[in-house]
């Protein structure tokens, strides 16, 4: 399976720190957003990956290259403008599926989050049900977003809303795609939440809860609390 990595985002939450640098290269524990989800990945097993950039993107290349330092091949799809998710996925498609006939599902990891999730655990059931465009990892809603995104069904199905006394999780940026949620997109900015509620109206996405840990690093003071607790744990000034 091949994997995206979100990179292109301007970061404007994080300025002034994102001035100069791509959010994903902000550093916490002594190493870059971007680096832990590379590592990750291919720890899981993932050696195919595709990174788009626009913001600062060369800085990007520079720093993780062709892959091969961490065991991966990374392919690079330069924006110029940020697409939103869903327009930057489709315009990744040539690089992360073998043409137009091929539908096999591809992960994709917002750049700018930081987990401990394990990628091995996302389901290959995905790749037997062809009725299945969407797998979602949920997490518990952070202080900052109480209300959460969307609700997970007993069965593993995710609906928009959810039923009297249920709750919605939040969707933690990672996910498994099938290519034919996008193919029917124009080229250009997209966003991906009117495409994941399309899908879930046709009962064609599922969803699994990461009750580990997560961050979602969108404002400098997060990204200072995460490495300081990463830092400590690690025994690191």
Known sequence: MKAMILAAGLGTRMRPLTDHTPKPLLQVGGRSLIEYHVRAL???GVR???INTAWLGAQLEQALGDGSQFGVRIAWSREGEPLETAGGIRRALPMLCDGEQDDAPFVVVNGDIWTDFDFARLPGALLADMKTLAHL???DNPPQHEGGDFYLAAGGQVHDNPPAGGQRLTFS???VYRPSLFRRLHDGSA???PLLRDAMAAQ???GSHHRGRWYDVGTPARL???DQQLRNEHGQP
């Open 42 to 44: 291919a720890a899981a």
């Open 173 to 175: 940026g990672i996910g």
């Open 224 to 226: 200072h609390e995460l």
């Open 48 to 50: 195919d990956l595709v």
């Open 137 to 139: 990892v949920l997490v």
């Open 204 to 206: 064609a996405v599922s």
């Open 191 to 193: 966003r991906l939440a």
